[in-house]
């Protein structure tokens, strides 16, 4: 008996010894497979891998014009950015160019390198760049490819509403739009000419002070985008530079000569690209001119609701047309403009001619607002007998292909007129009008064919906003006190009571 209990216990032994190897070999196989499948998952990962934005506000995606310009090019861009740590501009800088650095690792032939320096404590570092880059100021963003180099400003990169530095807030982030604009000029040689007509009153780009109506503040915007601003007259024997890119007429007040006329027509007929500003209250010559183009404008005013108070139009309708592709939801304000519509009778062309003039209306005013036929009234008031109740639209985009048998010889000729010159002036943008200085560079992007930038959009930050009476604050601090106190004192209440039953 003895000798069958200890083979017995010997036997329950092997057994249990069995059991734990069995199962330690188990957990060890286990293990095994569970960092194998870790590693097979990391590799899949790290070779098939895509990121997804599930922010609300999508802050930092880029567009698809960005992601399109980055994957189109070739070579290697550093970026060298100057900012303090502390700065709170300085998040949203890094997580932006995080975006174009992931965006850039898909494209094989470019490579973007980003490198940060804080003025504060890379003293020596930031004295030598400062000396190498020709830096006078601190936070900036410096952009370089094959020796060409950008700088943008923090300025330059948010818009803040009008105020002192205390009451100041940021309306609007223009990280995207500056940082594309300053890869494209540091990655292309030549950069388009905008001249400005001159001589008969129109608004000067070197009419300084913001209380003015001149274009120094849109000069240097434009400047920023990478073009290159000059003025022109055309009252020598010389007509529109071969180096025009662009031929801005801002708000002429006197009438153009014949011979202007016939210049800036010459420059049309050979592909030319022309943009527009008009004002319902000054003869300008240009008349017949834009008539042949497909283009009519009124000398009135294009107004809003007659049954609200009178002041500047504020438009949200808008066509469909690359200009106003992403101007969704942005709107701007134009002062007293003028009615631009098309001209259906275009002299020269049948309406199935396939060099006939596309016309396509970007902005109009509401279908409750109505047409003032005095472009002299100031404020407008509707007169049932003399103005006209209905929509009118106040800018529009024209466009003819080039002529066949020429298709080498004359490029496509692109033409936006605007019914008002006073909305991207310096007194306009000051204030900082909706998407005024947007719809204008999208305009001229349009016209000098820079498709990269033109559905580039600044971005508006988030506000959450929480308005409560008096009374209603009184009772949220009430609840937020003692209602936590008073669910934990009646939660222990019951369970002393279920504890005594």
């Not at 592709?325 to 001209?343: F, K």
Request: aromatic share 8%; with cysteine; net charge neutral.
């Amino acid at each position: 008996m003895v000798g069958e209990n200890r083979k017995g216990a010997h036997r329950g032994l092997w057994r249990t010894r069995g059991i734990r190897l069995v199962t330690g070999l188990n957990v060890w196989i286990s293990l095994a497979l569970a960092f194998c499948v870790l590693v097979m998952v990391n590799y899949l990962a790290l070779k098939y891998h895509r990121r997804c934005d599930f922010s609300l506000d999508s802050y930092y995606r880029l567009s698809p014009r960005t992601i399109n310009l980055l994957s189109s090019l070739e070579g290697e861009i550093k970026v060298l950015v100057f900012f303090r740590r502390g700065d709170s501009l300085c998040a949203d800088v890094r997580r932006l160019l995080r975006e174009y650095e992931y965006a850039a690792e898909r494209n094989g032939k470019l490579t973007l390198s980003v490198k940060f320096v804080d003025p504060g404590r890379d003293v020596k570092e930031t004295d030598r760049l400062a000396g190498e880059y020709s830096l006078t100021e601190s936070s900036v963003v410096v952009f370089e490819c094959e020796g060409r180099r950008k700088a943008v400003r923090a300025r330059d990169i948010i818009d803040r509403s009008p105020g002192d530095r205390t009451t100041r807030k940021v309306v609007a982030f223009r990280g995207e739009l500056v940082f594309s604009s300053a890869i494209l000029s540091v990655t292309h040689e030549t950069r388009p000419t905008i001249y400005f007509l001159t001589g008969h009153r129109e608004r000067a780009i070197d009419e300084y002070g913001n209380a003015s109506g001149g274009y120094s503040r849109l000069a240097g915007s434009l400047a920023h985008d990478n073009m290159i601003v000059r003025p022109l007259s055309l009252g020598g024997p010389e007509g529109v530079p071969e180096d025009c890119s662009a031929l801005v007429v801002a708000g002429p007040q006197r009438r153009l000569s014949e011979m202007e006329v016939a210049k800036i027509a010459k420059y049309l007929e050979n592909g030319g690209r022309m943009l527009l500003l008009l004002n319902g209250c000054y003869e300008t010559g240009l008349d017949p001119l834009v008539e042949r183009w497909g283009v009519k404008s009124g000398r009135d005013v294009v107004c809003g609701n007659p049954r609200e108070e009178p002041g500047p139009l504020f438009v949200l309708d808008y066509g469909l047309h690359p200009i106003t592709e992403n101007l969704r939801g942005l709107g701007i304000v134009l002062y007293q403009p003028c009615s631009v519509t098309r001209n259906d009778a275009a002299a020269g062309t049948s309406q199935d001619a396939p060099d006939r003039p596309r016309v396509t209306v970007l902005a109009a005013n509401g279908v409750d607002g109505y047409i003032n036929a005095d472009p002299n009234e100031f404020p407008p008031h509707f007169d049932e007998t003399v103005d006209r109740l209905g929509q009118a639209s106040v800018a529009v985009a024209v466009e003819r292909g080039a002529v066949k048998g020429f298709e080498e010889e004359i490029k496509p000729t692109k033409l936006v007129v605007v019914g008002d010159a006073q909305f991207v002036s310096n007194l306009a943008l000051t204030k900082g009008m909706g998407g005024n200085l947007d719809f204008f560079l999208c305009a001229l992007n349009w016209l000098v064919e820079r498709e990269a930038m033109m559905a580039i959009a600044p971005k508006s930050p988030d506000e959450l906003r929480l308005d409560m009476t008096g009374v209603q604050k009184r009772r949220a601090v009430l609840i937020l006190t003692f209602g936590p106190a008073g669910i934990a004192a009646a939660l222990g209440v019951l369970v002393w009571l279920s504890r005594r039953r």
